[in-house]
């Protein structure tokens, strides 16, 4: 069944014949642009969006992936904070996000000469609350690995099969989602939110998210390093008060994604 599926989106790779990359370096994009690569050579290009809702240290894996997988990467300047839509951070943030972006990526392709933009959505992401699937619909951006019908865990299987480091990466998602709605997003709280994370990180978690309630920093890990964080937790709390917030809490929930969406 999955070699079915990698079949498929070989040809619907195929059958578009150029292609523009949203190239984030996640699991699925870092998987399309690889099997892009592969059936188009150089008439696939990646491109990566810099923002303030991107870390560097995210920008500085999807360089070396692009490299790794050998297709052409082009870097461009967005910037969603200039977007009262998006700062003001409505239930459909997203949209406005992702209709940003892919506007960019048409422009690229359009002066490239490419025929089409593609996404990473995958067949797991039509069940949930994606307002920015809206943008894709509106600017006739395709989705191969949905249409593929390939899961993340075939997503996560294919890319070990083509070696890739993205293949079990964590999922990562924009900063942005750290916010509850309605709270207003600025560079100064994603800058928070990003260095409470890479603080978190160099003890050797990898999947967290610090969710910003105002004065309330709300941790989220998984099952498995709960205890791994508890054991720093002394640190944990003095490097988030040094950060701004006043409490620094661990959600008993644990990890799991668009826990923000809850409140929907």
């Known amino acids: 069944m999955i070699d079915e599926k990698l079949e498929k989106l070989k040809?619907?790779?195929k059958s578009l014949e150029s292609?523009?990359?949203?190239?984030?370096?996640g699991v699925d994009s870092t998987l399309l642009s690889k099997v892009a690569y592969d059936v188009l050579g150089d008439r696939s290009l990646a491109v990566t969006a810099k923002s303030e809702t991107y870390t560097?240290?995210?920008l500085d894996d999807a360089i070396e992936l692009a490299k790794k997988i050998g297709i052409k990467h082009e870097i461009i300047e967005t910037s969603e904070l200039n977007i009262p839509e998006f700062s003001h951070n409505p239930i459909d943030r997203c949209y406005y996000c992702k209709r940003e972006l892919l506007e960019n990526l048409k422009e690229v392709a359009k002066l490239r000469g490419f025929k089409h933009v593609v996404d990473g959505a995958n067949a797991d992401d039509v069940g949930d609350y994606r307002p920015g699937m809206r943008a894709v619909a509106e600017l006739n951006?395709?989705?191969p690995l949905k249409e593929a019908q390939l899961t993340k865990a075939e997503i996560r299987e294919l890319s070990k099969r083509y070696d890739l480091p993205?293949?079990?990466k964590p999922s990562a998602a924009c900063l942005a989602s750290r916010f509850p709605y309605g709270t207003e997003i600025t560079a100064e709280r994603l800058n928070t939110v990003g260095e409470a994370e890479a603080f978190i990180k160099s003890f050797g978690i990898s999947q967290l998210r610090v969710r910003f309630h105002d004065q309330i920093a709300r941790i989220e890990v998984s099952d498995n390093d709960m205890e791994k964080l508890l054991k720093n937790r002394e640190l944990v709390v003095k490097k988030l008060k040094e950060l701004g917030f006043n409490y620094v809490t661990l959600d008993l929930q644990g990890y799991r994604t668009g826990s923000m969406n809850e409140v929907l």
């Open 11 to 13: 040809d619907i790779l």
């Open 19 to 25: 292609v523009v990359i949203a190239f984030s370096g």
């Open 56 to 58: 560097k240290s995210e």
């Open 141 to 143: 951006v395709r989705s």
């Open 166 to 168: 993205t293949w079990d």
